[in-house]
Nanobody, 123 residues
Framework: QLQASGGGLVQAGGSLRLSCAAS????????MGWFRQAPGKEREFVAA????????YYADSVKGRFTISRDNAKNTVYLQMNSLKPEDAAVYYC??????????????????WGKGTQVTVSS
């Protein structure tokens, strides 16, 4: 089971750190990813990281602003979001899969999904 947390309301230009804690099984050997879905839009890929943390990929829209990381000892993956923009507002989900890809169109390719956490960015 994956549970995302850390969402909230932030002003444009601000920062948030999302966490995704795994329970019930260990995901230390899995690639992990963050996705988001805004109202009326498809789910989109945000970032993904390899099981070791050595490799990560980002959507162009968040490169240079967001950082994905993980702590396998804590079975947790993080998404540090800086310089937030109103268009970053969405429900953010974490996910896991045995394989890491550089992109996940509409979230396809991820096997395990957690419940989301809402991020709201005021302008």
């Amino acid at each position: 089971q994956l549970q995302a947390s850390g969402g909230g309301l932030v002003q444009a230009g601000g920062s948030l750190r999302l966490s995704c804690a795994a329970s019930g099984r260990t995901f230390s050997s899995y690639a992990m990813g963050w996705f988001r879905q805004a109202p009326g839009k498809e789910r989109e890929f945000v970032a993904a990281i390899s099981w070791s943390g050595a490799v990560s990929y980002y959507a162009d829209s968040v490169k240079g602003r967001f950082t994905i990381s993980r702590d396998n000892a804590k079975n947790t993956v993080y998404l540090q979001m800086n310089s937030l923009k109103p268009e970053d507002a969405a429900v953010y989900y974490c996910a896991a899969d045995a394989k890491l890809y550089s992109d996940y169109p509409s979230g396809s390719g991820m096997e395990y999904w957690g419940k989301g956490t809402q991020v709201t960015v005021s302008s």
